[in-house]
């Protein structure tokens, strides 16, 4: 998981050895933006599904839909055959500032994943190659004591991704075992609850967010007061100037 252009499609390409001229290959599938690959673990030879989910930045659909999406499609995992192992996010590590979308994206993955999927979390710095001197590390260090302490303190891991296979493995790590099917259920639970969670605080902030896109519109046009505001209305306002 991970904000678009933080290389999740890059990381799965290094990790099942393809180039950018496989995707497509015959086993993988996409659909519904999320695109898995399967893989044997290089470490272990088990089977493994690497799996790629889309930011909350992604412009063709709303935070509401990407959500839904990624809380489906981990309730589903929990439910089903599958052993979810590992929860990569990656972060760029060339990114100056921790901007508004890079703190949405970190803050609804952490929301959804909740507290105890932290220890099968690792957060993976990415394009270290872009970076010069002592300006990766530092920004590292700053991210680990400001953005991800609260992660790190319930169990997540933070790795560098080199760029490798080697590195790839290593981040994906040694797979678990198995969870009893009582935890998957409440794991299952925890994410169908969170995400309930979560839509209304969309919803509430969308909303805030309309109010204020009005409150421009009544200021601008010295319109005192209305008393039923509405998209339409705005629009109409906008058009009659
Ligand atoms: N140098 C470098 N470039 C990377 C790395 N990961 C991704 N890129 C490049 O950054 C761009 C976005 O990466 P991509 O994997 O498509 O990001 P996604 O949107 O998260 O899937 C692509 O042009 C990649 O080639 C990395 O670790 N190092
Ligand atoms: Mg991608």
């Not at 169990?155 to 560098?160: F, K, L, S």
């Not at 760029?163 to 790839?168: L, R």
């Not at 969309?202 to 967010?209: G, M, R, T």
Request: hydrophobic share 35%.
């Amino acid at each position: 998981m991970g904000p678009t252009g933080s290389g999740k499609s890059n990381f799965i390409n290094v990790a099942a050895r393809r180039d950018g001229h496989t995707v497509g290959h015959g086993l993988e599938s996409q659909t519904s933006d999320i695109r898995t690959v399967p893989e044997n673990s290089s470490t272990s030879g088990q089977s493994v599904v690497l799996v790629e989910t889309p930011g909350f930045d992604d412009s063709s659909k709303s935070d509401e839909e990407i959500l839904t999406m990624i809380a489906d499609w981990l309730m589903k995992t929990y439910k089903g055959q599958l052993n979810l192992a590992t929860i990569i996010y990656l972060h760029r590590i060339v990114d100056i500032q921790m901007s508004g979308s890079l703190q949405k994206n970190l803050k609804m993955f952490k929301s959804l994943c909740g507290q105890e999927a932290m220890p099968n979390i690792v957060i993976a710095t990415t394009m270290w190659r872009r970076v010069w001197g002592t300006e990766g590390e530092e920004r590292e260090a700053r991210l680990k004591s400001k953005y991800w302490a609260d992660m790190i303190a319930q169990g997540c891991r933070v790795e560098r991704f080199q760029d490798t296979y080697k590195s790839a493995w290593h981040i994906i790590g040694h797979l678990k075992q198995d969870m009893t099917s009582n935890e998957k259920d409440q794991r299952a639970q925890g994410v169908e609850n969170r995400a309930a969670q979560l839509k209304v605080r969309l919803s509430s902030s969308a909303n805030k967010e309309r109010r204020g896109i009005v409150g421009f519109f009544m200021k601008f046009f010295g319109v005192k007061s209305i008393s039923r505001v509405d998209e339409g209305a705005v629009v109409s306002i906008a058009h009659a100037r």
